[in-house]
């Protein structure tokens, strides 16, 4: 939702949409999760967003097969470091 959002009105930031789209879950995050989930999931989106807008990497394809293809497996590299990992914050907690 976020790319198509930046895609249509590319004037709004990449990283500031995301956040905004992200309050309404972070609410019900709160609400039937609980408090330890939504400070971890807070810190995590701003974050993320703050690298959003922080790093720029242009990776030279054009082939949107190929990009899709490299997307999923950067993002799933990513899911299976996060969701390996066993640390806790405890400053969160």
């Known amino acids: 939702m976020t790319l198509l959002i930046h895609y249509l009105l ?8 995301y956040f ?4 309404p879950l972070f609410s019900l995050g709160w609400k039937y999760v609980g408090r ?9 989106m701003i ?3 703050a690298a959003i807008e922080t790093i720029k990497v242009t ?6 097969i190929l990009c899709a293809l490299l997307a999923g497996i950067i993002t799933g590299a990513g899911a ?3 969701l390996k990992s066993d640390c806790e914050l405890e400053v969160l907690a």
Request: charged residues 5%; hydrophobic residues 60%; glycine residues 10%.
């Open 10 to 17: 590319p004037a709004f930031p990449l990283g500031g949409i």
């Open 20 to 23: 905004l789209l992200n309050i």
């Open 36 to 44: 330890r989930f939504f400070m971890y999931s807070i810190v995590g």
């Open 47 to 49: 974050i993320f967003s």
């Open 59 to 64: 990776l030279p394809m054009h082939d949107n």
């Open 80 to 82: 299976a470091i996060v």
